[in-house]
């Protein structure tokens, strides 16, 4: 059964950080592209940042800079080390994974809603 699960959420002020981890389990991770995703209340789910199977990495426009995507392979593990939080990065952030192999930039733009594994999701609040 596959599992994936967020954790290091939490409620921080702007200009601090956050590292978000991702455990996986019941598939191959290292086959599967992975990605993280984030919803705000009212919006639509986005994708944040991606990394796919050879270690290809995509951002979000409004993250670039800020955010970093890594995978360790060997502990089945995604991370999203978030730096100069902003109020506007407040949503629930997603981990999810996908098989078909596409390059990075495709699930960026469209793999919010079209990705094979989802996980519960990890709640980000930051204040001003």
């Known amino acids: 059964q596959v599992h994936l699960v967020e954790s290091g959420g939490g409620s921080v002020q702007a200009g601090g950080s956050l590292r978000l981890s991702c455990v996986a389990s019941g598939f191959v991770f290292s086959t599967h592209s992975m990605g993280w995703f984030r919803q705000a209340a009212g919006k639509k789910r986005e994708g944040v940042a991606s990394?796919?199977?050879?270690?290809?990495?995509t951002y979000t426009d409004s993250v670039k800079g800020r955010f970093t995507i890594s995978r360790d392979n060997a502990e089945n593990t995604l991370s999203l080390q978030m730096n100069s939080l902003k109020p506007e990065d407040t949503a629930m952030y997603y981990c999810a994974a996908d098989r078909r192999g596409y390059d990075a930039g495709w699930y960026l733009n469209y793999g919010a809603y079209d990705m094979n594994y989802w996980g519960k999701g990890t709640l980000v609040t930051i204040s001003s």
């Open positions: 990394i796919d199977t050879s270690g290809r990495t």
